[in-house]
């Protein structure tokens, strides 16, 4: 968590070489930045197919503390999302 709000949240996600949770793929260009706009496209996933670490900068429109969440397995089971580090954030 870089940043903390009520109207927004900004955060920093590090994905080692092979770290997965994605379906599909989208390749990124370092320094590309992307755009979920809910209802429709809220639900994404991420990869990172390199051979070195990266990072990604996340802004959220509101503070997703205590936000119920959930994640996908890959033969469609879903879970609840809850990241004690961060209080689901």
């Known amino acids: 968590m870089l940043h903390r ?21 989208t390749r990124h260009r370092a ?3 992307s755009v979920l706009v ?4 809220e639900v994404h996933a991420m990869y990172n197919p390199t051979g070195r670490d990266t990072v990604e900068i ?6 997703l503390y ?12 879903v879970s609840p ?5 961060y209080l689901n954030c």
Do not use: C, E, M
């Open 58 to 63: 996340h802004v959220y429109g509101r503070d």
């Open 31 to 33: 320094g590309a930045i």
């Open 81 to 85: 999302l809850v990241s004690p580090q």
């Open 66 to 77: 205590g936000l119920s969440r959930k994640t996908w397995a890959d033969d469609g089971r």
């Open 5 to 25: 709000a009520p109207r927004f949240n900004v955060t920093a996600v590090t994905w080692r070489p092979g770290d997965r949770a994605v379906r599909s793929v």
């Open 38 to 41: 809910p209802p429709d496209d």
